[in-house]
């Protein structure tokens, strides 16, 4: 059964229809003033460009990639040591006794973050932290320039704990002097460089033992045994804290340098020696063997034994040229012997010749 319209209904029908119509008039408009002239062709439509399908480039394989830590760290918060209900307190003990005016560092850690508190000691040596938090604590003392503690005190205290902690504290206000030397056995006629390293320790204002150069101080060496000292005993410690000296062997035996500096000392030891005693080559000494009876003809190489020799074929004039053995070797310089009876050649020999164009004789050993 039709139902009969709403109140309305036809207003907003009649408005949805001119709205239509205004729409259809609009785009017949634009059509209109568009298009070409019935008198001119229409262009000719060109056909759409076709773009070559690329194959996408293979991804490189990461899943092995080590990655490079980010830079930063962790953001902290502050960590209250105040308004608790604990009261904590304890003493400062030196070498010498209770320390008066000594600082006690608190530091209340929660995670990664810390708080910190200082208090001083009374004359008594005593410390007192008032309406502090429990928690875990870090906790040490010192008082510059000379005593502090090499490692603190770590604890959990808890909030309702009873604390009376005693913190001692040792004395770093000591200076050291260590010695050296570049060569342990010098030999005689060289030298040899003593070196020291003078150094002070101390408690800086933080707390933290510091070991420092005790750079334009004086020292003073002081030798003993067989070497002599170039330059003055004296000198400034430098920069580094070093100071050096030279010394020279002047004989063999042990030698000492004893240093002084910062109202300490050290020794050093070493002992001069005697240089290595260089030993010749040893000498092949030559070992003839040509014994008595037998003869020879220049040229001969040899070598011949030193004796007296006798010409048994003689063609005239008998001249004979030769090297000498000298004792511990062969003399460049030739030597000459003359005579066709009985010579005598003092020396082994050997590379023996008549001399110039002359004719050889022949030589028998007699002796």
């Known amino acids: 059964m039709a139902q009969p319209p709403k109140p309305g209904a036809s207003t907003r029908r009649a408005g949805r229809v001119v709205s239509v119509a205004a729409c259809i008039a609009v785009l017949g408009a634009l059509v209109a003033g568009c298009s070409s ?33 980010v830079a930063g760290s962790r953001g902290g918060f502050p960590v209250a040591v105040h308004g608790g209900e604990l009261v904590m307190g304890g003493s ?17 850690f929660v995670g990664r973050s810390s708080g910190r508190l200082e208090v001083l000691t009374n004359a008594s040596g005593r410390w007192v932290a008032i309406d502090v938090y429990g928690g875990r604590y870090r906790i040490r003392a010192w008082h510059s320039p000379g005593l502090g503690m090499a490692a603190s005190v770590v604890t959990f205290i808890a909030a309702d704990a009873e604390v009376d902690l005693a913190l001692t504290v040792g004395r770093y206000d000591g200076a050291d002097v260590t010695g050296d030397i570049d060569d342990v056995d010098p030999e005689v006629g060289a030298t040899a460089v003593v070196t020291a390293l003078a150094t002070r320790q101390q408690v800086d204002g933080r707390g933290i033992i510091t070991t420092a150069p005790a750079s334009g101080r004086d020292a003073l060496v002081t030798p003993t045994g ?11 410690i430098d920069d580094a804290g070093r100071v050096s000296w030279t010394f020279t062997c002047a004989n063999a035996g042990p030698v000492t340098a004893l240093v002084e500096a910062l109202g300490t000392e050290t020794t050093v030891s070493a002992t ?14 030559p070992d003839p063997d040509f014994p008595i009876g037998d003869s020879f003809t220049p040229p001969f190489a040899g070598p011949i034994p030193a004796g007296t020799y006798t010409v048994v074929e ?18 460049p310089a ?27 004789c022949t030589y028998e050993r007699t002796t």
Not at 48 to 69: G, K, M, N, S, W
Not at 279 to 285: A, C, G, R, W
Not at 314 to 331: F, I, M, R, S
């Open 334 to 360: 030739r030597r000459t012997v003359t005579g066709t009876g009985v010579v005598s050649i003092p020396d082994i020999a050997r590379n023996l010749e008549a001399l110039g164009d002359s004719p050889a």
């Open 92 to 108: 400062v003990v030196g070498p010498d006794g209770p320390v008066a005016g000594a600082t006690v560092l608190l530091e209340r």
């Open 226 to 236: 067989p070497w002599t000292l170039t330059g003055s005993p004296e000198a400034v």
């Open 272 to 285: 001069c020696v005697a240089p290595p005693v260089v030993l010749p080559p040893p000498v092949d000494t």
């Open 314 to 331: 003689d063609p005239g004039t008998c001249v004979l040229t030769y090297e000498a053995w000298t004792g511990t070797a062969w003399d």
């Open 37 to 69: 002239p019935p008198e001119e062709a229409a262009p000719p439509t060109s056909a759409p460009r076709q773009r070559p399908i690329v194959a996408p480039e293979p991804l490189p394989d990461t899943r092995h990639v080590a990655l490079a830590p």
